[in-house]
């Protein structure tokens, strides 16, 4: 069976999280979205591992309504890296926690927590609880793996190659990965990193996996590409609309080319703000190959927008949250997923104001601009064309994700 799955979220016992980040919410949007598989995030927090433990559990997955939660956490190295560490049962996350104790202050006071280890020495504490690991939003420019280093294997070393996964990050996807070849043999993963269960943050990005049944063991199976499992669909944001993608000012957010960048010795003339290596420049320096060359294994990648998004856009609302636009949103997704909604039900079974039939459609036919963001402000999108008259496309032209 297929089924989406995100991988990576905090619980609101995690610094800068929305309070409303609990099982229960978690559970209900994830289904309204369409998603199977959540990640709890945070699993080595005491107080959110008690409300796991009181889920149902099955071979490593706890249920809760139509949602399944599969334990994991996100940690920060020595050198500011983030690691995503998937775990395959309670008594790992123990483990775990206990490995760590005596190398982080912050086990109970932060949902992410900061060790005092190398990504070597994370990475082999990891695997040894048999659990799996990569780097999270891994080209990110604060707490990115290519922020710091300039492959994996300086990273990880000796464990390089047990590392199976890599996650992209909302500023890049498979083309931008595809053209570092140390990449080749890894599986992508794209995941939310949610910080609040809002329609437009969580699931944001996501995977689709080819799975026998709900258990770790299988979504293992999937990452690893082993026993005929497999991720077929990476899905998540136009890279441009990441609030890394470009190399720009992290104040003023003016951009700079990267040789700009090294002119101002890293300072923006204009406010004298830090600026940032954007996500794109970054790669352009990582790449061994000028275009990407896909691995037979790789799946295709789905550029999605939120909904609350394309409605925003659709009715001239500056905010996904305005009340007008979050009851479109939930009118639509009230018998279906809202990624039914966006890629595969027929728009004229959909009830809603044409303006947003027609802001659907048109981002179906690819429709769309972006404005890249950079230096910690997300890229601007724009549907110039849903206001018009566009043609109904025919069914081979809307993109599904049975199609892939």
């Avoid at 099982?23 to 796991?52: N, V, Y």
């Avoid at 399944?68 to 775990?96: C, M, Q, T």
């Avoid at 026998?212 to 199976?221: A, I, P, T, Y």
């Avoid at 991720?231 to 609309?241: A, D, H, M, R, S």
């Amino acid at each position: 069976m297929r089924v989406n799955v995100d991988l990576h979220i905090h619980s609101r016992y995690s610094r800068a999280v929305s309070g409303e980040m609990n099982l229960q919410e978690i559970a209900r949007k994830a289904s309204m979205k369409g998603i199977k598989i959540m990640g709890t995030g945070d699993c080595l927090f005491p107080k959110w591992m008690d409300e796991i433990k009181e889920l149902p559990n099955n071979e490593g997955m706890f249920k809760l309504g139509q949602t399944y939660f599969v334990l994991n956490v996100e940690v920060e190295d020595s050198k500011r890296v983030h690691h995503l560490i998937l775990v395959p049962e309670i008594s790992k996350a123990e483990e775990l926690r206990g490995e760590f104790s005596s190398k982080s202050n912050s086990l109970d006071t932060d949902g992410r927590p900061k060790l005092n280890m190398t990504g070597a020495e994370i990475a082999d504490t990891a695997l040894e609880a048999d659990c799996l690991l990569g780097p999270s939003h891994a080209f990110t420019p604060w707490t990115g793996i290519y922020a710091h280093y300039g492959s994996l294997d300086e990273c990880y070393q000796e464990k390089v190659d047990d590392i199976k996964f890599i996650e992209l990050g909302l500023s890049a996807d498979t083309d931008y990965a595809d053209r570092i070849a140390e990449l080749s043999n890894k599986t992508f993963l794209s995941n939310s990193d949610a910080h609040s269960p809002n329609s437009n943050k969580l699931a944001r990005e996501f995977n689709q996996i080819e799975i026998k049944d709900l258990s770790f063991q299988e979504l293992k199976n999937a990452v690893c590409r082993s026993e005929g499992r497999r991720t077929v669909l990476n899905v998540g944001f136009f890279p441009e609309e990441g609030k890394y993608n470009r190399t720009a000012c992290s104040r003023c957010y003016r951009h700079f080319t990267s040789k700009q960048m090294n002119e101002f010795l890293g300072r923006c003339p204009i406010c004298n703000g830090l600026i940032k290596l954007g996500v794109r420049d970054r790669v352009d320096k990582l790449a061994y190959y000028k275009i990407p060359v896909h691995p037979d294994h790789r799946p295709p990648y789905l550029h999605l927008i939120p909904l609350a998004e394309i409605i925003s856009i659709a009715l001239g609302v500056k905010s996904p949250y305005a009340a007008n636009v979050q009851k479109s949103w939930n009118e639509l997704v009230n018998e279906k997923s809202e990624i039914e909604v966006l890629v595969e039900t027929d728009l004229s079974e959909l009830d809603a104001d044409p303006k947003i039939i027609d802001a659907i459609k048109a981002f179906r036919l690819g429709k769309v601009e972006v404005i890249p963001g950079g230096g910690g402000k997300y890229g601007e999108i724009s549907i110039p064309a849903f206001s018009l008259d566009l043609p109904k496309p025919k069914v081979n032209q809307q993109r599904s994700l049975i199609d892939f």
